[in-house]
């Protein structure tokens, strides 16, 4: 378990989502340690190993003598890792691998373009925003209309389903709302505030049944204006994860900020889960 002062630590030097410990323990089920200046959460026969270091200071010969220490100490059959940087001697090992690249948003240099002022001036018109710490069946509904409609891996669908419970439990997790005028449920976003540096954009969905033109706009503006409010630098906007995505978090000024890569190991017996939320069971 953490202590208070190492708590107040990982959250005072988080620069990634991962760093967020209510985010992990939550989501997962873990249980929080701080090794070496890693952040790791440890279930059962599982640990989420988060490569990247609270000082900032990435080598592969360090994070591999953290690896190994890790593995002493739990002897886990399996091992999520994430890292800027995976070393060349888990190659071989990595059962589930992905590439990717994280996104910020510097809260104070935001820069509203023409196109995205208009889509913020149309929802204005639609729409009312609404922060609440709650989910409700109307949040059920959209996340079944993405899933049936996206078809995302099953470690997003997992994610998703958890954030009703992480959204009441968190103390600094809230859902932003975006309402139509008969009062429907056009998108949402969940949020944290609980890192000092920075507010996460955590996941979102919009509904194409209820397509309101702007809806995701005016939600990620709302998001600027409380991250200014909590006195946020920045915000994590995610990955990339595909084009379109992309080109949304870009047009928002949003930049490519540092490497992400995820690599799964499986020691004992082939892996039956598929990547880093993986733990999560309730």
């Excluded at 990982?10 to 929080?32: D, F, K, N, R």
């Excluded at 149309?122 to 899933?147: G, T, Y």
């Excluded at 992309?246 to 540092?258: A, I, Q, T």
Aim: proline share 4%; hydrophobic share 40%; aromatic share 12%.
């Amino acid at each position: 378990m953490l202590t208070s002062e190492e708590e107040a630590y990982i959250l005072e030097h988080a620069y990634v989502p991962e760093h967020c410990i209510s985010l992990m323990t939550l989501v997962s089920g873990g249980e929080p340690f701080l090794i070496d200046g890693y952040f790791i959460c440890h279930k059962d026969n599982w640990i989420i190993l988060i490569g990247y270091p609270l000082e900032d200071n990435f080598n592969t010969e360090n994070f591999e003598a953290v690896l190994s220490k890790v593995r002493k100490k739990f002897r886990p059959d399996y091992i999520s890792l994430v890292a800027p940087e995976m070393p060349s001697s888990l190659a071989s090992d990595c059962q589930e691998c992905e590439s990717d690249v994280y996104f910020t948003l510097q809260t104070q240099q935001t820069v509203i373009r023409s196109p995205v002022k208009r889509n913020l001036k149309k929802a204005r018109q639609n729409l009312r925003v609404e922060s609440s710490s709650s989910m409700q069946e109307d949040h059920q509904e959209l996340m079944a209309e993405f899933i049936e409609r996206a078809q995302p891996s099953d470690r997003v669908k997992r994610l998703l389903f958890k954030m009703p419970e992480f959204v009441v439990r968190a103390d600094n997790a809230f859902v932003l709302n975006a309402w139509d005028k008969i009062d429907k449920l056009a998108a949402f976003y969940v949020v944290d505030f609980e890192a000092r540096q920075f507010s996460n954009y955590i996941i979102g969905c919009h509904s194409r049944a209820n397509y309101v033109l702007g809806a995701s706009d005016l939600l990620l503006f709302e998001l600027i204006n409380m991250s200014l409010e909590f006195n946020k630098d920045y915000i994590h906007l995610g990955l990339a994860v595909n084009a379109g995505i992309r080109r949304f978090k870009e047009k928002w000024g949003g930049l490519p900020s540092r490497r992400y890569e995820m690599c799964e190991l499986a020691f004992q017996k082939p892996s039956i889960l598929n990547a880093i939320f993986a733990l999560g069971k309730s």
